[in-house]
């Protein structure tokens, strides 16, 4: 951590509450985590509780000409049998556009689609009687080239509208402008899995007045709530739902997976009904990161400033919309990366496949067009030869700058300065020890060098990623924060239902109602849709949105506290705060202990807090205020590259990135190491091998993650400059990591073996 924070005013943070903004307060979770004592969604119990599992489709591509429960419905203890007959609402749901099936009527459009429903009084009772439904395909021949699906009208068409789920154009100057040195290059992202530890699970339970409880880990409660009533047929009062432990979740729990399917087991039996994903069935049950193929061309003078970049961007959305549109939105919007650039011309394209559904995953729609622009920023200053540290900087963005889409910077963007103190970070020492530990050589303890055949090479990479919603969404969360004494201590109670997936929210809305109501004692209530929407845990948005609504909630009870006290105390409210317990008056000390204020009383006040206001596009991408906010971070990779075989040890890796304002410093470093494992996982090794529409490693033993053997030492420096414009002056801090983290590697990779490797993942193959 570096640059202390700035001092803080007693009306807004409270120095003598321990546990507070700018403390490392340990995770309420953590310890049971550790212990293997938390509760996950998948750990639900219920009396008399039935099984339910999912028939789903092996083709990637076929028209359903029937469907036969019936000699499933013959098996010993199977309550249900389900097809779409028994849908008793609308059968469309979808995060943007309603367009995907709860239960595959007259088609289905990717391998695992969901046909059928079983309940069953055990697991295993469940899975055989799905082997015993008998569905006759047509099998058709599916789309699977993303690009040839944007431009092809012989294609066959996927949806109603076509292929295109959605096209965007950003246009910034004169787009025929010329320059002195030109590089291009085609890139190529693969099909990344947010590979969370806990699979999909859930529990329902028929409720007397006909609606249904859910008990579910998910990313956004209200979400799910609003598609989930539809398709149920029920009015959304009567679909109550609450958050279970999360195990995981990086996008991937967006979408729908076991919520209208457990739910209508449930309702259809009459039982309680409990679904759980195994790990095959979770690759096929929840949407990847997006594919994409960039055609990219800048335009530099010989100085290196940049006069242009254009781009052709297509991402693959499988068969289904869910977050496509928002990937496009952002993928064209911060395609030029985090510099100033004149002239822009940038057009992407996301599209319907019968390749598995995509969605979010960290860093939506920014991980793929930083690769590409990054890899073209090397190529740059190989051209110019030039420092590709010094063309970056030279280029950089900053405050009062114009992005692409006409939006100034009214907020920090150090940008040279993250560059700047990344690389005065020392590098590791040349020189390898004797004799040599193979452990940290490529290939490590497999002994496949001594160190014959090794090179080194260092590699940049840095981001500009938009955070909260964007293109004029109304991006809002609802906090209800109660005040009282119990067992004769003042004690908050803040109320959201904003999902706590690993980042540390529980933790950062504890630290604010000790800073905002110098209490000591918070409690957060369990997590559910009978408070206000509190939007997704995603886009980096929850410490901005549902921080800012536990903020102005309980300046409010913190106001109806001042009221009581001048009314006692003849004090004028804008005289008194908060400190440590007590209720203080600037004019006269302390006045009372803030329990002896409150007695039997109870204050409670809900809040909703909404950012500021952005607008959509015009058809040239202009906005004067298309997105919220935006993070930087830059990374340096440092690696070891065997060139005989192929392989790659990460040396280290270092990050600096602007976090506006550090609430957790701890919980902090955590989400940036965390999110650089998953830049470099994609930079090395993780991708979902499609073929032909059909997943060919779905599993943790094919499909490969980083392990702590995997991730090298890291420095990571925190700057705080501050966004004035959002509470507490914070930046969403965590996909940014992710983001710049794979650039930086493959950066690394090239320069150590002279290949241009345009892909990433970076297999041995593509480099021997």
């Not at 900087?393 to 990344?422: F, M």
Request: include cysteine; charge should be negative; proline fraction near 7%.
């Amino acid at each position: 951590m570096s640059n202390p924070a700035p001092a803080r005013s007693p009306q807004d943070l409270n120095d003598a509450i321990a546990g507070g903004i700018g403390e490392s307060p340990l995770r309420p979770d953590g310890a049971l985590k550790v212990r293997g004592e938390f509760a996950y969604s998948s750990d639900l119990w219920a009396e008399d509780m039935l099984w339910g599992a999912t028939l789903r489709s092996p083709h990637p591509y076929a028209r359903i000409r029937s469907v036969d429960v019936g000699p499933a419905l013959k098996v010993p203890g199977v309550y249900a049998a389900l097809t779409h007959e028994d849908v008793p609402g609308d059968n469309l749901y979808g995060l943007k556009h309603a367009d995907q099936p709860a239960l595959a009527e007259d088609v289905v459009r990717y391998r695992g689609e969901a046909v059928a429903l079983i309940a069953a009084d055990h697991p295993e009772t469940a899975r055989r009687a799905l082997e015993r439904i008998e569905v006759d395909y047509e099998v058709l021949e599916p789309v699977t080239d993303a690009e040839r699906a944007a431009h092809d009208d012989t294609l066959p068409k996927l949806h109603a509208d076509g292929n295109v789920v959605r096209h965007q154009k950003i246009l910034k100057g004169d787009p025929d402008a010329e320059a002195e040195v030109v590089v291009s290059g085609v890139y190529t992202v693969g099909m990344q899995d947010q590979a969370f530890l806990g699979p999909e699970s859930g529990l329902a339970i028929p409720a007397e007045d006909g609606g249904v409880e859910l008990y579910l880990a998910t990313q956004d409660l209200h979400s799910d709530l609003r598609q989930t009533a539809r398709v149920l047929g029920l009015p959304p009062e009567k679909v109550r739902m609450t958050m279970s432990g999360v195990g995981g979740a990086f996008g991937g729990r967006e979408d729908l997976s076991i919520q209208v399917h457990v739910c209508m087991l449930a309702l259809h039996t009459g039982k309680p009904v409990k679904m759980v994903y195994n790990r095959e069935e979770s690759f096929y049950g929840h949407v990847h990161r997006h594919p994409a193929k960039m055609y990219y061309e800048h335009g530099a003078t010989r100085d290196g400033k940049l006069v242009y970049v254009k781009a052709r961007q297509y991402f693959d959305g499988g068969a289904y919309a869910s977050k496509t549109p928002v990937v496009v939105g952002n993928g064209t919007t911060l395609g030029a990366g985090p510099y100033v650039v004149p002239n822009v011309d940038i057009e992407g394209w996301g599209l319907y496949t019968n390749n598995p559904p995509c969605g979010a995953m960290r860093g939506l729609g920014a991980v793929q067009p930083t690769f590409a622009y990054e890899s073209q920023m090397d190529k740059l200053a190989a051209a110019l030869d030039m420092d590709p540290v010094d063309l970056r900087i030279k280029n950089a963005i900053s405050r009062g700058e114009t992005i692409p889409t006409g939006q100034v910077l009214d907020y920090p963007a150090p940008v040279a300065e993250l560059l700047e103190r990344l690389r005065r970070i020392p590098l590791p020492p040349e020189n390898r020890t004797e004799p040599v530990d193979i452990r940290d050589m490529p290939g490590g303890a497999s002994n496949t060098t001594h160190g014959e055949g090794v090179k080194r090479g260092i590699g940049y990479g840095v981001t500009i990623k938009n955070i909260c919603y964007a293109e004029g969404a109304d991006d809002f969360s609802t906090a209800r924060v109660r005040l009282q004494v119990v067992g004769g201590e003042p004690m908050a109670m803040v109320h959201t239902a904003a999902a706590e997936v690993g980042q540390g929210l529980v933790t950062v809305q504890q630290q604010i109602a000790r800073t905002e109501l110098g209490v000591e004692l918070v409690n957060i209530h369990p997590n559910d849709t009978s408070v206000g929407p509190a939007g997704s845990s995603s886009a980096s948005r929850q410490t901005y949105v549902t921080g800012g609504a536990v903020k102005v909630a309980c300046e409010a009870v913190r106001t109806a506290l001042f009221e009581l006290v001048a009314q006692r105390y003849q004090e004028r409210p804008e005289h008194l705060s908060l400190n440590g317990g007590k209720v203080v008056s600037s004019a006269t000390g302390v006045l009372a202990d803030i329990s002896e204020v409150l007695g039997d009383d109870v204050i409670e006040e809900t809040r909703e807090y909404h950012h500021r206001q952005t607008f959509p596009m015009d058809e040239t991408g202009q906005s004067s205020q298309v997105q919220v906010q935006h993070a930087f971070s830059a990374h340096r990779a440092v690696v070891d590259v065997d060139t005989d075989l192929g392989l790659v040890k990460v040396v280290q890796l270092d990050c600096v990135q602007d976090v506006g304002k550090a609430i957790n410093p701890d919980a902090l470093i955590g989400q940036i190491q965390g999110g650089s494992a998953q830049g470099l996982g994609l930079a090395v090794m993780e991708e979902i091998k499609v073929d032909a529409g059909n997943i060919r490693n779905p599993s943790f033993t094919d499909y490969l993650i980083p392990t702590i053997l995997d991730m090298p030492p890291m420095t990571v420096d925190v700057i705080e400059r501050g966004d004035p414009n959002a509470p507490y002056g914070v930046r969403g801090a965590g996909e940014p990591p992710t983001i710049s983290t794979t650039p930086a590697v493959v950066s690394a990779i090239r320069a150590a073996t002279g290949k241009e490797l345009p892909h990433t993942p970076v297999a041995p193959e593509h480099i021997i």
